[in-house]
């Protein structure tokens, strides 16, 4: 079968909603109207760690951007991306489409305009040669439903 070649890079929650602390929680287990959106456009899916869970386990506490905005917690982002890295540069070396991000709106680590680890994402990706274009996210709403058509799914444009 021939493949898209077109790859996503989607926030660990998407596909597993285990890992959210349970009051940010958007589904029971993964966000089935993302997913659904990426099979119709044929994208592959790379699957981001978490890295609050990684980080600070199953059980932690609720924490804002500020709180995590710590070298430590960069440093550890760092390491978790260095994987990805290596995956990702697989992908555009065999000529793979990275057609953008998925994040999370509102997340202190994975919204995709001022979470902590989107940011050294972009960074680690810049630094890579990589280009991220585009992001979309799941909307800050109680649902999380996330809707192509719908401006509150899209971030927009990386510069």
Request: with cysteine; glycine share 8%.
């Amino acid at each position: 079968m021939e493949r898209s070649k077109k790859i996503i890079i989607a926030s660990h929650c998407i596909l597993n909603q285990n890992t959210v602390i349970p009051e940010e929680a958007r589904s029971k287990g993964l966000m089935k109207s993302a997913v659904e959106w990426c099979d119709q456009e044929s994208y592959g899916i790379v699957q981001l760690p978490c890295p609050e869970f990684t980080y600070l386990g199953l059980n932690r506490p609720s924490m804002t951007r500020e709180e995590y905005d710590i070298q430590k917690y960069r440093e550890h982002c760092q390491t978790i991306l260095a994987p990805i890295m290596d995956q990702l540069r697989m992908y555009v070396e065999s000529g793979y489409d990275l057609v953008g991000g998925f994040g999370i709106q509102s997340s202190p680590s994975c919204d995709p305009g001022r979470g902590i680890f989107m940011e050294e994402f972009l960074l680690l990706t810049k630094r890579e040669g990589i280009s991220i274009r585009y992001f979309w996210q799941i909307p800050a709403t109680d649902n999380g439903y996330f809707d192509e058509k719908d401006p509150a799914s899209h971030y927009g444009a990386i510069s």
